[in-house]
């Protein structure tokens, strides 16, 4: 397409429920939203290591319609290969950019309790997340990027809207991890299981079979 059919192209597009959800919890995790308009529109970026190829695929097929190009595949310095996929950049996504940047910054919305939802979680998960161990009983999701005030906003909505307890721990002094209480462990599983079954990755992020090396 040239650029007038891309710019009539890009007024069809709406995001869907689905999308929103998906887009909230990649935010959380490792996607990114960046701007090139001083925050007029924005685009959303995602990319996974190749081991997450089917985890990429899936998010990439939620999108598809806002995607030009498809999945590229690149490797980096470390020798690591990476898959991921860039959007349109686009006005759908200005509210989650001023909700999750403030001064430049990635944050947790203040408004997450309106946000957040089961699948936002599952994909918040399938990014950052991890199962500790049979002993232990319980997942992680590895949120080093946000502070601890941002973290205990996540708690309250855990604890109120979802009744899961949670816990924070302390990395490297100044970061925190999200635990899953053992005993909400089960419902947890529960709740974000239906989508994570879905792909294959991630039976390993779940405890069901071993962690592939890297």
Do not use: C
């Not at 997942?139 to 941002?150: A, E, P, V, W, Y």
């Amino acid at each position: 397409m040239n650029t007038k059919e891309i710019k009539e192209y890009k007024k069809t597009l709406k995001l869907t429920d689905i999308q929103r959800s998906i887009l909230i919890g990649t935010l959380l995790g490792d996607g990114h939203l960046e701007t090139r308009d001083m925050g007029k529109t924005y685009r959303l970026k995602i990319e996974h290591q190749i081991l997450q190829n089917d985890y990429t695929e899936w998010l990439y097929n939620h999108f598809k319609e806002w995607v030009r190009g498809g999945i590229y595949r690149k490797s980096k310095a470390n020798t690591k290969e990476y898959v991921g996929f860039t959007t349109y950049s686009h006005g759908a996504f200005r509210f989650y950019g001023q909700q999750f940047y403030a001064n430049g910054k990635k944050v947790v919305p203040q408004i997450i309790s309106k946000l957040l939802d089961p699948l936002s979680i599952a994909v918040w998960f399938m990014d950052d997340g991890s199962w500790k161990s049979e002993k232990h009983n319980t997942f992680i999701i590895h949120t080093l990027g946000f502070t601890k005030s941002d973290l205990e906003r996540v708690q309250s909505v855990f604890a109120e809207k979802l009744k899961i307890q949670t816990s924070l721990h302390r990395q490297k002094e100044k970061y925190w991890r999200l635990y899953i209480k053992s005993e909400s462990s089960k419902d947890f599983r529960n709740m974000i299981e239906p989508y994570t079954s879905l792909i294959e990755s991630m039976k390993a992020k779940m405890g069901n079979v071993q962690m592939p090396k890297k």
